[in-house]
Nanobody, 125 residues
Framework: VQLQASGGGLVQTGDSLRLSCVVHGGTFSDYETGWFRQGPGKEREIVAA????????YYADPVKGRVTISRDNVKNTVFMQMNSLKPEDTGVYFC???????????????????WGQGTKVTVSS
């Protein structure tokens, strides 16, 4: 299974970005999927996650109301629309999937087996 993330870039405060992550191999429709980020000098943290079916999502408090995660199980792709970006959103964003369905949405990075290479987001003030 390989994950390819894209969509990052250099933007200004208040701008929007849409991140995409294409999953190659495996059965994407069985995978719980999440977006994580790691800011400069910070630990990796979860940003948002979505169940294999798409009918349940999770957002971390710092991004609630500004971020929308979605998935297309036909195109094997997960998206994250980020609006009203802030400088504290700066970091490398990683998509990750589990190996299969879980009882709920995994919130910790150790619960995800497959990871993309990351896409960098820089928000200038």
């Amino acid at each position: 299974v390989q994950l390819q993330a894209s969509g990052g870039g250099l933007v200004q405060t208040g701008d929007s970005l849409r991140l995409s992550c294409v999953v190659h191999g495996g059965t994407f429709s069985d995978y719980e999927t999440g977006w994580f980020r790691q800011g400069p000098g910070k630990e990796r943290e979860i940003v948002a996650a979505i169940r294999w079916s798409g009918n349940s999502v999770y957002y971390a408090d710092p991004v609630k109301g500004r971020v929308t995660i979605s998935r297309d199980n036909v195109k094997n792709t997960v998206f994250m629309q980020m609006n009203s970006l802030k400088p504290e959103d700066t970091g490398v964003y990683f998509c990750a999937t589990t190996r299969g369905r879980r009882i709920g949405i995994p919130l910790r990075d150790v619960h995800y087996e497959y990871w993309g290479q990351g896409t960098k987001v820089t928000v200038s003030s």
